[in-house]
């Protein structure tokens, strides 16, 4: 994996920056693109974790009406988050580079402000981000349905 991924982010961090959604997702996967990074000279500027409470995301996977988003197979899904992935976010908040954001937030809402982080963070960097687009247009978090850890990396520091 980190034979494919290495050339094309080194490429896009040259160009202003890059986002990972989804990977790293292990703490032995982070561990190694630390080390990749810190001999490439690519730094990772901040990670960002978008929660939702499990019942909600179950809730929005189920409204999705895909047949494979069954209760238990969300739950199964959520579970596999928990045991792998989880431990990144003490990892990374240990860093002082983890952005919490709360995508708890009801359509109607339409609650913005850490979606605009994002997207204000990573300035001219777009990619998809947990399904969505992003490049300089804030998104709503009343849409995400899971909760990830997404990387990005840019020049400059990061806006708060």
């Known amino acids: 994996m980190f034979d494919l991924l290495v050339p094309v982010v080194a ?3 040259a160009r202003g920056g890059y986002i990972l959604d989804g990977f790293p997702r292990t703490l032995p996967q982070v561990i190694t693109a630390a080390d990749i990074g810190a001999r490439l000279d690519l730094t990772l500027g901040a990670t960002i974790y ?3 409470p499990e019942e909600v995301l ?3 996977l189920i409204a999705r009406g895909r047949p494979d988003d069954t209760p238990d197979v969300i739950r199964h899904r959520l579970q596999v988050f928990t045991d792998t ?3 990144l976010i003490e990892y990374y908040r240990d860093r002082g580079i983890l952005v919490e954001v709360s995508a708890d937030q009801p359509p109607e809402s339409d609650h913005r402000p850490p979606a605009c982080f994002l997207t204000a963070y990573a300035g001219g960097v777009s990619g998809r981000v ?3 687009w992003i490049s ?6 009343s849409a995400i349905s ?3 850890l997404t990387h990005i990396s840019r020049p400059g520091p990061v806006a708060s």
Do not use: E
Not at 136 to 141: A, D, E, R
């Open 136 to 141: 300089n247009t804030c998104w709503s978090t």
């Open 11 to 13: 490429a896009a961090a």
């Open 58 to 60: 179950v809730q929005r």
């Open 146 to 148: 899971s909760t990830s």
């Open 130 to 132: 947990n399904g969505s």
């Open 50 to 52: 978008l929660h939702v």
């Open 85 to 87: 992935t989880s431990p």
